[in-house]
């Protein structure tokens, strides 16, 4: 059996990327840093999927964390319209 460690790669800098695109996106991280951490998680799922759409793919650590940093920073941006305060 074929195991792809790309996924485990993008869950790992999800982690820090969840706490870039928290700072970038509200100024300062006033959430918990573990929401954060999930939020990146997801979005460097969703920034991976979104890039592999436009055919870029990155090849770098650099890369990746843009990648990731702009897919969690889209969901944040979803989460905060849906979630209104």
Known sequence: MYWDWTWLWYGLVGLSA???AGLLVRGQSHSRWELDMMIGILGSF????????LQIFPNSLLGDLVSATIGAMLLVGILKLVFRR
Do not use: E, T
Not at 46 to 53: P, V
């Open 18 to 20: 969840g706490f870039v």
């Open 46 to 53: 969703i920034g991976a999927y979104l890039l592999r759409m």
